[in-house]
């Protein structure tokens, strides 16, 4: 089984999640192979090559360092192939990949996906939720303010939502999704693969009462808006949307522009809306 190319290449190698048996055959052949890994987390990385006998050289790659290694790495695809990987699953998903991946195509070097695991997909097709179109969001922002804004600018669209969360911020999340989206269906896919693994399906606020104290990585696949959402708001709309923000404590700039993006309603409207709540 060979896979070198004529000149050097790039190669985007999809590991485990969880379960170290997830791994390719064409993985571990291209792993065996490559002069250098560039990894998220190299501890990961190194537990998971000694696993099956390799012996790699490894070179960390992650949001903090990226800048700083990135000529490095391309200074060595001019004369040896690099494998990526990320700490888990299909590298250039919610890691810097995707600025190496750009430079890489930029220097005239192949770049070739070694596919694989993939939480994003594994958590899809085991949602129970319409699957013929989606839109990913990879990980929120962590500050609830441009969290509700960030869901309030998908809250019309009919397709699937995939959020991946830390469990520190699962909690919150789910209040910011039940304040912006309303009590939708979902399923919380959490540690897949592994040994706790757990498939949550149910609404929004069921998963609030469920996840007292959540552990582990989760990905969270969320019903699209129903049938009519893009229907202009009517009154009692807009002022239970404002009620909901008082109670949350959102300042009124705060809630005339999550309430407005939400229900596709005019600022000055909302903050009429919100004077005459006063």
């Known amino acids: ?30 792993l065996g192979k490559v002069s250098l890994v560039a990894a998220e987390d190299t501890r990961t990385t190194r537990n998971l090559l000694a696993a099956h006998g390799l012996r790699n050289r490894t070179t960390s790659f992650h949001q903090h360092n990226w800048r700083r290694k990135l000529p490095s790495l391309l200074e060595h695809l001019k004369t040896g192939d690099v494998a990526l990987v990320s700490e888990a699953g299909t590298p250039g998903l919610s890691d810097p990949g995707y600025e190496l991946v750009v430079a890489t195509l930029e220097h005239g070097i192949p770049v070739v996906p070694v596919p694989g695991p993939s939480a994003l997909l594994a958590a899809l097709i085991v949602s129970g939720l319409p699957l013929r179109e989606f839109h990913y969001l990879g990980y929120l922002p962590s500050r609830p ?44 896919c959490r540690e897949l693969t592994k040994l706790h693994e757990e498939v949550f399906r149910g609404d929004v606020s069921a998963a609030l009462a469920h996840f007292k104290e959540p552990r582990g990585e989760c990905t969270l696949v969320v019903d699209g808006a129903p049938a009519g959402a893009h229907a202009p708001a009517a009154v009692n709309d807009l002022e239970t949307e404002l009620r909901r923000c ?33």
């Open 145 to 188: 303010g441009p969290r509700r804004q960030t869901l309030a600018r998908v809250a019309g669209e009919p397709a699937t939502l995939v959020i991946f969360e830390a469990p520190h911020r699962l909690r919150q999340t789910l209040q910011d999704m039940l304040l912006v989206l309303g009590d939708r269906r979902l399923a919380v």
């Open 246 to 278: 008082r109670e949350l404590g959102l300042t009124a700039r705060q809630a005339t522009a999550l309430v407005s993006q939400k229900l596709g309603v005019p600022r000055r409207q909302v903050y009429r809306a919100w004077l005459r709540l006063r």
């Open 1 to 30: 089984m060979t896979f070198v190319a004529a000149i050097p290449a790039l190669y985007l190698v999809a590991t485990p999640i969880g379960n170290l048996g997830d791994i390719t055959l064409r993985a571990l052949d291209v």
